[in-house]
């Protein structure tokens, strides 16, 4: 079967760096996104990597690794307003894309 | 531009009533897709689009859901009869479309059911 991993909870401090990790299982790979969600709120794409490597996009960088079948987020100088669900989407080699359950950040002062 | 847009934010029904969810997409978006998340979990795909076609109902439990989108545009929804395990939050994301390839999904704002 097909199957996401990511920790169901983490906890960071403001102004600190967090890594939320992100394992993943599929039959194939096309890709790989980070959406954001926000309690009581619709996700919001953050990242999408598809060759391994680092992509970076301000405060958040996002990496891949295909041969180990593993991504982090990586998110720097931490405000409060990062604290919400980040999570970890795999497209699949028909095209549809699998859901992790996603990591809740908490970020405390 | 637009993002896309979901009605109604809210429901709370009884069970065993109907209910219908609406959806606008992202104008030129040709994929639609509805899920349905519960809480402390990822969104699980209830049906796609590719324009007014249905490419993917396999997870949508057609004896009491259903969904059209009968002009390409926007989607309707409709849970009937609703069950107690149908309480949760249905989320509408559309795409560019295509199919074969790394598509974006941009989400509308959610329906939070309540089914008493």
């Known amino acids: 079967g097909q199957n996401i991993d990511q920790p169901t909870e983490m906890t960071a401090t403001e102004g600190a760096i967090v890594q939320i990790n992100c394992t993943y299982q599929t039959s194939g790979f096309n890709g790989l996104f980070w959406y954001q969600q926000h309690a009581g709120e619709a996700p919001t794409f953050l990242s999408y990597n598809v060759l391994d490597g680092l992509e970076e996009k301000g405060r958040f960088s996002s990496f891949l690794s295909r041969s180990k079948g593993y991504s982090y987020l990586l998110l720097k100088e931490l405000q409060m307003k990062d604290s919400a669900s980040y999570l970890c989407?795999?497209?699949?080699?028909?095209?549809?894309?699998?859901w992790g359950a996603g990591t809740k950040l908490i970020i405390k002062p | 531009e637009a993002g896309v847009v979901q009605s109604p934010r809210y429901k709370i029904i009884e069970k065993k009533q109907p209910v219908a969810f609406w959806c606008n997409p992202i104008?030129?978006?040709?994929?639609l897709y509805w899920y349905l998340q519960n809480l402390g979990q990822g969104p699980e795909l209830l049906i796609r689009?590719?324009?007014?076609?249905?490419?993917?109902d396999s997870q949508l439990p057609k004896d009491r859901f259903s969904a059209e989108r009968l002009k390409g545009v926007d989607s309707t929804l409709k849970i009937q009869p609703a069950e107690l395990g149908d309480s949760a939050v249905y989320l509408c994301a559309s795409s560019l479309g295509g199919g074969t390839h790394a598509d974006t999904q941009y989400f509308g704002p959610g329906t939070r059911l309540t089914v008493l």
């Open positions: 989407a795999v497209i699949d080699s028909n095209y549809q894309l699998i």
């Open positions: 689009y590719e324009n007014e076609e249905a490419v993917d």
């Open positions: 104008s030129g978006h040709n994929t």
